[in-house]
């Protein structure tokens, strides 16, 4: 991998929903970040889905998005009980506010996976991945939390694609995604090796971006 590659990155001409083969990736919802003039912010998490042999749901938004996420499932011709993989990036509400509508998936959050009330052993905390299979993994991507992951697709139109959760904020965001890291040293880490292996990039609050390396 060539590390001194530039890295531009961009949001335009990229679609919502990327084909691929076996694997597509759809953004249900762009997550957004912003400030309200009485020092509050307004949040809601990026909740994407990926369709293929296996169906698998990246963030399900805050509490508040619940009949909005069972009808966007239902455009797809979907309902909760047919997704098999449920990711919660990180423990945020607006990220992982709606479990509850997939009791029968297995559950994978931070670097917690389980099925029910049985929990199953793995070495995400340990810095390994966990391949859903030859096409789709879950990785570690700790910093803007301790136990954040990400979920890698490969073999898409665009190439390969990171559901990345709040590893990155937005495209341009470097401006801001230190203030609300727990450890920015090692979530910089991560946002270097992502920009040389992903070719898009979906971020938890802002639209998806293409990653170039000149």
Known sequence: MNTNRSIRKSESGLSSDISGQPYCVSVLKEGYCTAESDGTFRADGTISLITGPHTILVDTGGPWDRDFLVTKLKEKGLTPDD???????????DHVGNLGLFQNSKIIVGCDISVGDRYLPNQLAEGQPYPIDDFVSVIPTPGHMGRDVSVLVKGTSEGTVLVAGDMFERCHDEDSWKELSENPQIQETHRQKALQMADVIIPGHGPLFRVHRE
Do not use: I, L, N, P
């Open 83 to 93: 997704v098999a993989t449920v990711v919660g990036t990180h423990g945020h509400s």
